[in-house]
């Protein structure tokens, strides 16, 4: 009996140790100023420009453009921060001297996901010669580390014939898609990549067909993939797309097969156009935001419009 008795006072006594225990400890709330100028741990001008963020373990990483004085590339530059707000400087992972193209260039956006088969961090990115926009190509990289020096594979123009600019890339399960503005930025082609992250192997298609979105950011909540662009002609407005399903290898959003090859945008479209953009099909994507040709007049207008000879935009 007192065998017994003794048992359950400790188990009490252990019972009473498990409620009181502490919780885990919580990361202190942090509160990020908008439209206040970054500075890094070191109280340096914060240079990440066009950026895209990877979380590594506890850190999250920010990679961005580094310029020089005149506009051109002078370095991919990297950040780390694990609540957002205060970020370390980490290295220049990519510079001039890091091939012949580079010495003189543009590189705008870059973006890096890591590839578990290969053990690499791969960097895709918008390349230009540095004095206008004519190349429209995308630019490949890879390290060993988050932060590392990045070697440079080279430019080139997606399965050698389509524009390349405004870039971001979705690495959905091990399979990895590049998304980049094309077609003087009228169209957003969606990309799968190789095994190895470093180039194209298929383009899965084009569903803004003349809508002109740029800036592309994709994410996953749930099982609906969001897809979030700036809206051109009228202003820069934020647009959002979601998908049924997710865009297979093979085949579009909810079946839709791939692009081919069509005309350049110079032997199709002039520069103002009397329509609105075309909107994705709803049965394929559904579009959140300001509905293209609300509230402006379809009719042509010289306001804001490119001549067919002078660079787009990035």
């Keep these: 009996m007192r065998k017994i008795s003794r048992l359950l006072a400790l188990a009490v006594t252990v019972g009473a140790a498990v409620l009181v225990a502490p919780a885990p400890a919580q990361a202190a709330p942090v509160t990020v100023t908008n439209g206040t100028q970054f500075t890094d741990t070191g109280g340096n001008v914060l240079h990440a420009h ?7 373990g506890a850190y999250y990483y920010w990679f961005g453009e ?7 590339f002078r370095a991919v530059s990297v950040y780390r921060s694990t609540d957002l707000r205060n970020w370390e400087f980490r290295n220049n992972v990519l510079t001039q001297s890091s091939a012949a193209e580079l010495q003189v260039a543009n590189i705008e956006r870059p973006k890096v996901v890591y590839n578990a088969s290969t053990g690499r961090y791969v960097m895709w990115m918008h390349k230009e010669n540095g004095s206008n926009y004519s190349e429209a190509r995308a630019a490949v990289a890879s390290s060993a580390t988050v932060d590392g020096a990045y070697t440079y594979h080279g430019s080139f123009r997606p399965l050698g014939q389509h524009m390349s600019r405004d870039i971001t890339l979705y690495n959905d ?3 990895a898609y590049m998304i980049s503005a094309a077609d003087e930025n009228y169209d957003l082609h969606i990309y799968r990549l190789t095994a190895d992250y470093l180039n194209v192997a298929s383009l899965v298609g084009n569903f803004w067909d003349g809508a002109h979105r740029e800036a592309p950011a994709m994410f996953k909540r749930g099982s609906t993939y969001f897809l979030l662009t700036s809206g051109r002609p009228a202003g820069t407005r934020t647009r959002r797309s979601t998908p049924p399903r997710r865009v297979s290898p093979a085949r579009g959003p909810a079946g839709r097969t791939s692009a081919t090859a069509r005309p350049s945008a110079r032997s199709r479209r002039t520069c103002c156009r009397s329509r609105a953009p075309r909107p994705p099909a709803t049965s394929t994507w559904a579009t959140a935001g300001p509905a293209p040709g609300v509230g402006r007049s379809t009719t042509p207008s010289t306001s804001g419009c490119r001549s067919p000879s002078r660079p787009a935009p990035a």
């Design 66 to 72: 580094n310029r020089n004085a005149n506009s051109t």
């Design 50 to 56: 066009g950026s895209g963020v990877l979380k590594v």
């Design 173 to 175: 399960g091990g399979t």
